[in-house]
């Protein structure tokens, strides 16, 4: 029987991604999209090939209609506690009683599980829905990414063009962090979706560069070398995001508040670096840290 994968948050910017890899490998794709979605997002998706299904995801019978006949659900939305957690364990039931054999929940990021409770408010959110997922009778892939490429251009204190600095924290200079783009996060989500065999965990990355690595790009691809800056120890930076937080609690019903950036920053010389699966699907050309920076 040939594969139907239905994709959720498909007018993201991941989202419509996923969709974009699955149609050119002529593969049946059939997106979950939000009543109140724009007319110009439905319709870029619809001439890519997509079949849009429209639903309210508080109906039970709607999105066990929407997965009816699906091989796997890929799940890329995004959001709080209502979206990672509530939404989308209303996804993962309906999977289940249509019959769905698999599910990519939103996991997109680094591996939380290697990180402790409280350091990250947004993976937090992702361990919580993985305690639903991995005691339901359906297979589950969580794809592993690191950091998204793109952050690397927007002046974070890691690699601050504006400052021409590069942060570590600690010893970890030397420290490897990984980094994945949208199209190769989407070009391998693609091919997980297809995968029968996919593992419980994979962890990719276009690539991994130290604080150190990107003080020397900075000199080949910036025209000057930046600064490599100790921003003191991990335990500080930890107790500093944890009062942030606590004295500004209006950022807890946002996606990104300050303190939440910092702890992605956190996250990323807190969590090591590990084997990665680039290797699993043939085919896949994984963009460079030239490219990125």
Wanted: proline share 3%.
């Amino acid at each position: 029987m040939e594969k139907l994968i239905l994709v959720a948050g498909a007018t993201g910017n991941l989202g419509l991604r996923i969709c974009r890899e699955l149609v050119n490998k002529n593969v049946a794709v059939r997106a979950l999209v939000r009543e109140e979605s724009s007319q110009e997002q439905i319709a870029t998706l619809e001439e890519m090939g997509v079949d849009v299904f429209s639903v309210n995801f508080s109906n039970e019978q709607e999105l066990i209609g929407a997965c009816n006949r699906v091989s796997c659900v890929v799940s890329a939305l995004a959001g709080l506690r209502e979206v990672i957690v509530e939404t989308q364990a209303k996804l993962l039931n309906a999977a289940i009683s249509a019959g769905v054999p698999r599910f990519i929940p939103s996991d997109f990021a680094s591996d939380f599980t290697q990180l402790a409770s409280g350091e990250n408010r947004n993976f937090d959110l992702r361990k919580e829905f993985h305690l639903i997922i991995d005691q339901r009778p359906i297979l589950a892939t969580s794809i592993f990414n690191g950091a998204f490429a793109d952050i690397l251009r927007y002046n974070i204190p890691l690699f601050n063009m504006k400052q021409q600095t590069v942060a570590y924290y600690d010893d970890k200079a030397d420290w490897k962090i990984d980094f994945t783009t949208m199209d190769d996060t989407a070009a391998f989500t693609a091919m997980v979706a297809l995968d029968d065999e996919a593992p419980r965990y994979l962890r990719i990355a276009s690539f991994s560069v130290s604080p150190n690595d990107l003080v020397s790009l900075s000199e080949k691809h910036k025209g000057s070398r930046f600064q490599l800056t100790n921003m003191g120890s991990m335990e500080g930076f930890s107790e500093y995001n944890k009062q942030q937080r606590a004295a500004n609690p209006e950022g807890e019903n946002d996606l990104y508040p300050k303190w939440q950036q910092a702890q992605y920053l956190y996250s990323m010389f807190a969590i090591p670096h590990q084997t990665l699966d680039n290797d699993r699907y043939e085919g896949l050309n994984w963009s460079p840290v030239t490219a990125n920076i």
